[in-house]
C-alpha cells in the first residue's frame, strides 16, 4: 500500500513540474527563428531603360537619312519602338530599336544594342524600309515587306521573316520564309521558301 501511494505521489508531481509541453503554453516569441524574407528581383531582372532617341543619333552606324527621319511625332514622343531581352548571352539585356515613320508606322530601321564596357554598341542593323526587328525565344527575328509594282504602302504583296542567332560575334542568319500576301478579300498568306536577302 506505502509503495502504492508513493507512485502516485511521483507521477502527481511529474504531471504538474511544468515541465511538460502541455504546462508551456506557447513559445517566447524570441526563442522562435524569424523566416527568410522572400528574395526581392535581383536588378539584372529588371532591365535599365535607355534614352533610345539619343542611342540612334549618336551612333556613327545609323544613317543620316534614318537620323532626319527620327523627329518626334507630337511633343516630345519619338517614333521608336524598344524591346529588352536575351540575344547575344550577355549579362545584360540586349537593347533592339525599331526607327519608325510617324504617319504610317513605316520601319526606316532596326538595330541591336550590347552593353560592353558600361556603354552599348550596335551589333546589327538594317536600313531596307519597311523594315520591323523584334526578339523573339532568344532569336532576333526581322520582318521585311515586299512591294510588287501597283502596291501601296498599306497593301504589300508579301513578307520576308528572317531568323538571326548570335555566332559569339555577329548575327548570322538561320533561316528565312516568305509569306506571300492573297489579293483575293479574306485570302490567308501562305509561306514560301525566301530567296536569299541581305541584311
Known amino acids: ?7 502516485g505521489l511521483l507521477v502527481s ?13 506557447p513559445a517566447d516569441a ?9 528574395p ?13 532617341v539619343r542611342l540612334v543619333k549618336d551612333d556613327p552606324q545609323v544613317s543620316p537619312t534614318v537620323k532626319r527621319g527620327l523627329k518626334p511625332c507630337a511633343a516630345d514622343e519619338y517614333p521608336v519602338d524598344v524591346s529588352y531581352g536575351k540575344l547575344t548571352g550577355g549579362s545584360a539585356d ?20 550590347r552593353a560592353r564596357g558600361g556603354r552599348y554598341e550596335n551589333v546589327f542593323r538594317t536600313e531596307d524600309p519597311p523594315v520591323y526587328a523584334e526578339i523573339d525565344r532568344g532569336d532576333l527575328v526581322v520582318t521585311k515587306q515586299v512591294y510588287e509594282k501597283g502596291d501601296s504602302v498599306a497593301n504589300p504583296s508579301g513578307e520576308d521573316v528572317i531568323t538571326y542567332r548570335w555566332s559569339g560575334t ?4 538561320a533561316f528565312s520564309t516568305r509569306n506571300q500576301y492573297s489579293k483575293a478579300v479574306g485570302g490567308a498568306a501562305s509561306a514560301v521558301p525566301a530567296p536569299d536577302v541581305d541584311n
Not at 500500500?1 to 507512485?7: D, E, G, N, Q
Not at 515613320?101 to 526606316?108: F, P, S, W
Not at 555577329?170 to 542568319?173: D, V
Open 1 to 7: 500500500m506505502a509503495v502504492l501511494a508513493a507512485l
Open 13 to 25: 508531481a511529474c504531471g504538474t513540474g511544468g515541465t511538460g509541453a502541455r504546462d508551456e503554453g
Open 30 to 38: 524570441s526563442s522562435v527563428a524569424a523566416a527568410p524574407p522572400s
Open 40 to 52: 526581392s528581383p535581383s536588378p539584372s531582372d529588371t532591365p535599365r531603360a535607355v534614352d533610345a
Open 94 to 113: 540586349d537593347i533592339v530599336i525599331n526607327v519608325l515613320t510617324c504617319g504610317d508606322a513605316v520601319g526606316l530601321g532596326a538595330y541591336v544594342y
Open 170 to 173: 555577329a548575327f548570322t542568319r
